[in-house]
C-alpha cells in the first residue's frame, strides 16, 4: 500500500521534474561553456598585454633608430648644399677667370658673391691707404663701401654655415683649386654620411618590420579577446534567462508538494475525528459516561439493576467484595 501510495504522489510530477532535470542540465551546459570562453578570453589577454609590452620598449627602440637616421641625413643634406655652393663659386670663378661675366638675370651664388664684395673692399680700402682721390670721387667710393659692407654683413650668415674658405679674387686659379678641393671634401663627406644612413636604413626597416609585426600580433589578440568576451556573455545570457524557468520548475514542484501534504494532513485528520471511540479518546468517555449516568443504565460487570434477585448495583458490589474478601482468607489458612 505504501509503494502505491508514493507511486500516486510521484505521478503527477513526473514530467515536470523529468523537464526540470533536463533544464537543470543545459544550464550546467551552459556554464560549462561560458566559463569556458571567460578562461580563454583572460588567457588571450594575458598574451594581447605581453605583445603590447614588448611592442612598447620596441617602440623606444625604433624612436632611437629613427632619430639617429634624421640626424644623419641632415648631415647629407648640409653636405650636399655645402658642395653645391661651392661648385657655383668655382663656376663662377671659371668665367670670370675666362674674361666672361655672369649674364645679367643669372643668379650667383652667395659665396661667389661674398668672395668678390670681399675682394673689391679690400682693394678699395688699399685704394684709399696708397693713393689720394679728390673729395667728390671719395665720397662716392666711401658710399659704395658702406653699401658693400652691408651686403657682406647680409651674406655672411649664409656663407658661415657652409663653413667656406675665403679665396683670393686675385689668384683665381690657385681660388678654383682650393673651391674644388673643397666641394669634393663635402662631397666624399656626403657620400659617408649616405652609407651610414643606408646601414641604419637596413637596421630601420627590420626595426619597423618587428614594430608592425608586433602590433598586428597585437590587435590579433585583441579581437581574438573580444570574441571570446562576446561569446562568454551570449552564454551567460542564456543561462540567466533558462535559470528563469528552472525557478519556475523548483516553484511549482514545491507548490505541488505543499498541496498534497495539506491535503494528507486535513484527510488524516478528518478520519482520525471519525474513528475516535472512549477508549482512544478521554473526551469522548468522558461524554459516554455521564450520558449513562444521566440515563440511569450504567452496567458493571455485565449486570444492570433490573436483574434476576432484585440485587442493587451497590449490593452486588458488596456481596463481589466480601466474595473476594473470603477468597483470599480460605487461601492464607492452607499456606
Known sequence: MRGMKDDAEEKPDAELREEL???????????ETRNSFSDSAKQTADKRNAIQAQFKEHREKSSLVLSEVKVIRAEIKLFKEKRNAIQDQVRQLISQAKGRRGEKNEKRSATAEFAQLKQEVDNMERTFE??????????????????????????????????????????????????????????????????????????????????DFLKAEGDRFHEEYLEFRKKADEMHEKTVELMKDVDKARDQLKLAK??????????????????????????????????????????MGGTSNKDSGGTSRLAIGKSSKKAGMRRIDMQNRRR
Open 258 to 299: 505543499k498541496e498534497r501534504e495539506s491535503w494528507i494532513t486535513d484527510h488524516n485528520k478528518s478520519v482520525k475525528s471519525q474513528m475516535s471511540t472512549g477508549a482512544s479518546s478521554e473526551k469522548v468517555a468522558d461524554e459516554l459516561v455521564s450520558g449513562l449516568i444521566s440515563s440511569g443504565s450504567l452496567r
Open 130 to 211: 696708397t693713393s689720394s682721390v679728390g673729395p667728390k670721387k671719395e665720397k662716392e667710393m666711401m658710399a659704395s663701401l658702406k653699401l658693400k659692407h652691408r651686403r657682406i654683413a647680409e651674406l655672411e650668415p649664409e656663407v658661415e654655415k657652409f663653413e667656406l674658405v675665403s679665396v683670393d679674387l686675385s689668384d683665381l686659379d690657385g681660388s678654383i683649386k682650393i673651391l674644388k678641393s673643397e666641394a669634393d671634401a663635402a662631397h666624399a663627406a656626403m657620400i659617408e654620411a649616405v652609407g651610414r644612413v643606408t646601414e641604419k636604413s637596413e637596421e630601420l626597416d627590420e626595426v619597423f618590420a618587428h614594430r
Open 21 to 31: 532535470q533536463t533544464m537543470e542540465a543545459k544550464v550546467r551546459k551552459l556554464r
